[in-house]
């Protein structure tokens, strides 16, 4: 079935590095692509989202390219800060609208 | 803004209680899900709902059951809880459309004891 693999954390980095979380998914055709942020104590919210192939999604300087042809949707940031942290998710979605998460990847930023 | 709400955000049971985990989302949405989240393990689908007095399992639904009566409330109900069902879990809402994004409840967090 539909899958999604994302690097494995925690990650660490100092304020200001580059980020990249990578992410790849199985499905077949064009599915939908996520990326999900979850902060300490919260719920999941949606960062940013693809729906076609070579689409770039981008909010809080978060950008993610959609790559048919590595089937991947990796995660950049150039420049990361202390507020940052948090766990990330990578997601794929189906045409019913079920998404199939990957495991997570925590992220703690260092001032 | 998308809502969801979910009943507690903490609950502690004993072992064998039946236990009620309630979610309301006020955005019309026809699509209603509930994930568990464990450390490792990211988010699993339970069960989920496309329309009302709808379900179908998702990856692991045993030992849990969902009710459906209002479009806009989507129960998850732990008929005996056990210490393995400690953990996250976190309800979501959405469209049933392609592209169509997931909005999360703040989660309630289950100690069965």
């Known amino acids: 079935g539909d899958s999604v693999t994302q690097m494995e954390g925690p990650v660490t980095l100092s304020e200001e590095a580059f980020l990249t979380i990578n992410c790849t998914y199985t499905?077949?055709?064009?599915?939908?692509l996520f990326w999900y942020v979850q902060y300490p104590g919260e719920g999941l919210q949606l960062l940013l989202k693809a729906t076609k192939a070579d689409d770039k999604g981008s909010n809080k300087g978060f950008e993610a390219t959609y790559r048919k042809e590595t089937t991947s949707f990796h995660l950049e940031k150039g420049s990361v800060q202390v507020s940052d942290s948090a766990v990330y998710f990578c997601a794929e979605g189906s045409t019913l609208g079920r998404l199939y998460f990957g495991r997570g990847t925590q992220l703690t930023v260092w001032p | 803004d998308v809502k969801v709400t979910q009943s507690s955000r903490y609950l502690v049971k004993r072992t064998g209680e039946k236990v009620f985990l309630e979610c309301v989302q006020d955005m019309d949405h026809e699509n209603m899900f509930w994930y568990r989240q464990d450390p490792g393990l990211g988010l699993r689908l339970i069960y989920f709902?496309?329309?009302?007095?709808?379900?179908e399992k998702g990856d692991i639904p045993e030992g849990y059951s969902v009710s459906r009566e209002k479009k806009e409330r989507f129960s998850l109900i732990l008929e005996s809880a056990s210490t393995n069902q400690t953990s996250m879990y976190l309800c979501?809402?959405?469209?049933?459309?392609?592209?169509?994004?997931?909005?999360f409840g703040p989660g309630t967090r289950l100690t069965v004891l």
């Open positions: 979501a809402s959405s469209f049933p459309v392609y592209g169509g994004t997931q909005y």
């Open positions: 709902s496309y329309d009302v007095k709808m379900k």
């Open positions: 499905a077949t055709g064009y599915p939908s």
